[in-house]
């Protein structure tokens, strides 16, 4: 089945720096990858949506100088989390999508926190 | 904003069928009806989808109402690791890749 592997699976790292989260679909091209964020004891929430070699479209209320999105391939995209502060501090998880995958395939998530 | 409407939670017993109910009395007739789960800590997992017809699969089954307001996920014989909050969304077939609206979604517990 498709198969979509998202790196690192968690990260700590000081309020400031950046941080960037990697996500790969395994066996079929990701035409469009979504990024999302998902605080404790809450639901998804869709932070962006990105086509490979299209500028990323991001929700209201995200921030795209701070959540940068790269999709430069068609198995490959990837979120940096610029000058992070502790209130990024949450569980980001990717999605890819493919015309040869039924539905829409998600990463094991990444829990970053932000001391 | 969600266009689905579940329980907050719910409990099954182990090697019972859970049912899992979703309202969507808004959605419209090009939308389908997904099913995803997620296990704590982990990215959502795909169940099955459907648009009007019922559909089974090696995980589940969906029943959808025939006004299609309403629908149903069963688990027929619910285990352990069953144990996940479960999402139902509306999902427009539309071209290409629509970006999925997460609501609440239903806290099931499966119990020994």
């Known amino acids: 089945g498709a198969v979509v592997s998202q790196h690192p699976s968690w990260v700590i790292c000081k309020s400031g720096t950046s941080v960037k989260i990697e996500c790969r679909s395994l066996?079929?091209?990701?035409?469009?990858m979504f990024w999302y964020r998902q605080f404790p004891k809450q639901s998804l929430m869709l932070m962006a949506t990105s086509n490979e070699g299209s500028k990323a479209t991001y929700e209201q209320g995200v921030e795209k100088d701070k959540f940068l999105i790269n999709h430069a391939s068609l198995t490959l995209s990837t979120l940096t989390v610029t000058s992070a502060h502790p209130e990024d501090s949450s569980f980001y998880i990717c999605?890819?999508?493919?015309?040869?995958?039924?539905?829409?395939?998600f990463g094991s998530g990444t829990r970053l926190t932000v001391v | 904003d969600a266009k689905t409407t579940q329980p907050t939670s719910m409990d099954c017993a182990e090697g019972r069928a859970a049912n899992l109910p979703c309202n969507h009395s808004?959605?419209?007739?090009?939308?389908?009806v997904y099913w995803y789960r997620q296990i704590h800590s982990q990215g959502p997992q795909y169940i099955i989808h459907?648009?009007?017809n019922n559909e089974t699969n090696e995980m589940a089954s969906l029943i959808i109402t025939e006004d299609r307001k309403s629908s149903t996920l069963i688990l027929p014989h619910a285990t352990l690791r069953d144990t996940a909050v479960y999402y139902c969304i509306a999902v427009p077939m539309n071209t290409g890749f629509q970006k999925l609206v997460f609501g609440t979604g239903t806290r099931l517990l499966v119990s020994p």
């Open positions: 999605s890819a999508s493919s015309i040869t995958v039924y539905g829409y395939t």
């Open positions: 459907g648009l009007k």
């Open positions: 066996d079929f091209q990701a035409t469009t």
């Open positions: 808004t959605i419209s007739g090009n939308e389908y």
